[in-house]
């Protein structure tokens, strides 16, 4: 079932939905509930509590969320209970500000034990909590109950990869559905100069169900097929309903499954042990498949990532027809960074292979020390120099710097040692919060291309003093 019509007023914010812990007719028995997550989200700029941020907890190697989602409250603070032990990930959304930085990275949930993440956000400029939205429910096909956990998104050149999400970085054209199967996204309006405008459309990925992408109807834009129409009026809502279909015994579904097949590489060198994520753009329909290789995927895929073998390689199956995108070492601290998010697409039952893959080694900062408060407006950069395997040499270093989200551009390139000196006429304003980042370009002795060789696996970021 495909249906979208407008409405005329807005959608009320999601409501904050907690586990609650379970109960025991042995009062004389102790009872597991489950590990707990809390902590404080706070604004980067000056300290006060950030309310109705929607915090997603998910499971760091299946991407399943892994608890109903919460919201902050009006002191900033978020709780999180009846957690199964495990290794989990924060995603967090948020219409005008992302994650400046937080206390650890993963989280690790020990029996009944109280685990915290301290999170501070900063502005992302560029969304303010603008533009029209998209609202809905996903329901099952066949009983027509809401799903709750599925990830929904909206399709562009850049979208919100998984390394984004575990960084904190959940756009606004990104989201989870609640207990009643609803969600609430920001959305992207698109004009063409022949054939008129539109929405973007928007894909939705759930365990065990056929992936599911929603066109609407409206006018063509570059080959994705039609968009969907745009609300009546800017601050009215396009409302949605998507019933999704559950795969078949054998994972094919209706469309039949296809796979994908790779090799993930560091200079050439195959690496073993290193997960490669996936996510989707349209699918479901052939008429709505993005052209291959064109588009960078949103949406992540619960369930269908994979780890490399001894020889680097990987096999993901079970796929439904449609556009992919992959994404090796999107682990924040594995110790590589993902160079390039190729789409590829698949249909029926045809096996895709992508060939090599290739990441960058993380490089490894010095100074200033990450999440420090500086007096010095002109610090030094420093970080480790990119180790290189035999047969190449290091042509440059370049580093970028933002005060704020997004980067202002180049600062710096063709260095050759890896620090920087911030000159006396780019000082920063204090008060500043900064965020840099460094990448290694090195050649083959033998002459050749330059090759991307090392980046920052994540944002480093410092305050200067006020």
């Known amino acids: ?46 300290g006060s509590p950030v309310v109705g941020v929607k915090l997603v907890l998910a499971n760091y190697t299946t991407l399943r969320p892994s608890a109903p989602a919460a919201l902050s409250n009006s002191a900033g603070l978020y709780r999180i209970t009846g957690i199964a032990p495990g290794r989990y990930a924060l995603f967090v959304y948020h219409d005008s500000l992302v994650v400046y930085d937080r206390t650890v990275a993963l989280i690790d949930i020990e029996g009944d034990t109280v685990a915290t993440q301290d999170m501070r956000l900063i502005d992302a400029e560029i969304w303010n909590g603008r533009g029209y939205r998209i609202a809905g429910r996903v329901t099952d096909a066949s009983s027509g109950h809401p799903l709750e956990g599925a990830y929904v ?52 990925t759930h365990a065990g ?32 309903e998507i019933a999704m279909r559950r795969l078949g015994a054998n994972g094919a579904g209706p469309h039949g499954a296809g796979a994908l097949r790779g090799r993930v590489v560091h200079l050439g060198q195959p690496l073993a042990g290193l997960r490669v994520g996936i996510s989707a753009e349209q699918l479901v329909d052939a008429d709505t498949l993005a052209p291959r290789g064109k588009f960078r995927a949103a949406v992540p895929v619960p369930d269908r990532g994979t780890v490399t073998d001894v020889e680097g390689r990987f096999f993901i199956d079970e796929l439904t027809p449609g556009s992919y995108g992959l994404q090796p070492a999107y682990l924040p601290e594995d110790g590589y960074v993902a ?34 408060v500086i007096d010095d407006a002109t610090p030094e950069f420093r970080w480790e120099a990119t180790p290189l395997p035999s047969g190449y040499h290091l042509v440059e270093y370049e580093i970028q710097i933002a005060v704020g989200q997004y980067l202002v551009g180049i600062v710096e390139d063709g260095l050759t040692e890896p620090s920087w000196q911030v000159p006396e006429d780019q000082a920063f304003p204090p008060g500043a919060c900064v965020r840099w980042f ?29």
């Open 1 to 46: 079932m495909r249906t979208a019509r407008a409405l005329g007023t807005a959608s009320a914010l999601l409501s904050a939905i907690l586990l609650v812990s379970g109960c025991s007719d042995e009062p004389n028995r102790p009872v597991s509930t489950g590990g707990t997550l809390q902590g404080a989200v706070t604004r980067i700029t000056d």
């Open 153 to 204: 998104g909206m399709v562009g050149w850049e979208g919100t990869d998984l390394s984004g999400l575990f960084l904190g970085i959940g756009l606004p054209e990104w989201g989870v559905t609640d207990a009643q199967g609803r969600f609430s996204i920001a959305s992207i309006h698109f004009r063409t100069e022949y054939e008129g405008g539109g929405l973007m459309p928007i894909t939705v």
């Open 209 to 240: 169900y056929e992936p599911f992408t929603l066109v609407g109807t409206g006018p063509m834009f570059l080959e994705w097929g039609p968009l969907l129409p745009l609300p009546e009026t800017p601050d009215s809502v396009l409302e949605v």
């Open 339 to 372: 160079i390039h998010l190729p789409a590829v697409g698949i249909i029926a039952s045809d096996t895709t292979d992508v060939g090599d893959l290739e990441v960058a080694r993380a490089i490894a900062i010095i100074s200033p020390a990450q999440g420090s």
């Open 438 to 466: 460094v990448q290694a370009r090195v050649a083959p002795d033998a002459g050749g291309n330059w090759l991307d060789a090392g980046d920052s696996e994540k944002a480093n970021t410092f305050c200067v003093a006020p």
